[in-house]
């Protein structure tokens, strides 16, 4: 079965702070998907990024990094100075390998910079 | 680009009626999902097509519920007859070459069974 927890319900930090959301997943596929996705206030998911199973190259994209390793299942997302515009609900997803090809959502992390 | 495009974006109705939630995929995209978001269950896959064709129609709920892909460009989610169980923000999403591919939300229909 596949599975994907994001034990962080809610965080709240202070806009230029440091914040990192975790996401720890389960499978046994050895080839499968992961991703973050955003959903702003106005409802929509937004993609923000796809790493594969073979790939445990960290990433970075201006302010927003994320850290995959597979020895501990765990697929984290720090963002660094955070803003205002960073607030929202912030998704993880774990697409297995083939034959099994729904993705499965974490219950999300609502993230709350205040101000 | 036109993104998803959902339609309507709210629903009121009254249990029992029938409710038909719309979708235009982003075009040429070969990939159509429909979601539902709830408090209590999250976001689950209801649907995906794949060329028009329904390929895993698993998380459908029950029979009160059926979707469609009559061409590449329109799918409908129809619920006959609606409960307040129903009501959920339902997402239509798309994307192209593969599930392994990034998918791209519509804004959502939020839909109230009274």
């Known amino acids: ?115 | 680009d036109a993104g998803v495009i959902q339609s309507p974006r709210h629903e009121v109705t009254e249990m029992g009626q029938e409710v038909t939630l719309r979708c235009k995929p982003i075009s040429g995209h070969d990939y159509l999902f429909w979601y539902r978001q709830t408090m209590m269950r999250g976001l689950e896959l209801l649907i995906y097509f794949n060329n028009n064709v329904p390929i895993d129609d698993s998380g459908m709920p029950e029979d009160r519920f059926s979707a469609k892909m009559p061409n590449a460009s329109f799918s409908t989610l129809k619920i006959q007859p609606s409960e307040p169980r129903d009501s959920a923000v339902y997402f239509c999403a798309s994307t192209l070459g593969g599930v392994w591919q990034p998918q791209h939300f519509g804004d959502g229909t939020r839909l109230s069974i009274l």
């Open chain 1, 1 to 115: 079965a596949q599975k994907v927890t994001q034990a962080q319900t809610e965080i709240s930090v202070v806009e230029k702070e440091d914040v990192t959301l975790d996401c720890v997943y389960e499978t046994r596929d050895t080839t499968y998907y992961l991703f973050w996705y955003k959903q702003p206030p106005s409802g929509e998911l937004v993609f923000l990024i796809r790493r594969n199973s073979f790939d445990e190259q960290n990433e970075i994209s201006g302010r927003y990094s994320w850290n995959f390793q597979k020895s501990t299942s765990s697929f984290n997302f720090t963002i660094t100075a955070s803003q205002v515009v960073d607030s929202a609900v912030y998704f993880c997803a774990l697409l297995p390998g083939f034959g099994n090809e729904k993705l499965t959502f974490g219950t999300g992390t609502r993230l709350t910079i205040i101000p």
